[in-house]
């Protein structure tokens, strides 16, 4: 099982990123794919869920409107498109896969990519 994340970078505050979530080894469309984010000193935050089956988008209160995560099942990938962004969104990012009741805990979560970096700064 893989998940790659990839897409971070530095941007300025009202700028816009792409990230991407690569998925291999298992059955996509069994598991919903999660997108995290971490500070040091902090706990890892839900930031936005696609889930399996219909593939309904889920956000947390401080990126709804912002973000918009979509995802394609001929290539296995999920993606989070990141808009208006703030310094308050510099985070290291990841993407995970599990079958899910509750989208923003993470330790529902079964499977991990590492992170990619956002950094949100003039």
């Known amino acids: 099982v893989q998940l790659q994340a990839s897409g971070g970078g530095l941007v300025h505050p009202g700028g816009s990123l792409r990230l991407t979530c690569e998925t291999s080894g298992f059955t996509f469309n069994d598991y919903a794919i999660g997108w995290f984010r971490q500070v040091p000193g902090k706990e890892r935050e839900g930031v936005s869920c696609i889930t399996n089956g219909d593939g309904t988008d889920l956000y947390g209160p401080s990126v709804k409107g912002r973000f918009t995560v979509s995802r394609d099942t001929a290539k296995n990938t999920v993606y989070l498109q990141m808009s208006v962004l703030k310094p308050e969104d510099t985070a290291v990012y990841y993407c995970?896969?599990?079958?899910?009741?509750?989208?923003?805990?993470?330790?529902?979560?079964?499977?991990w990519g590492q992170g990619t970096l956002v950094t949100v700064s003039s």
């Open positions: 995970a896969a599990g079958g899910v009741t509750t989208w923003s805990l993470s330790y529902e979560y079964d499977f």
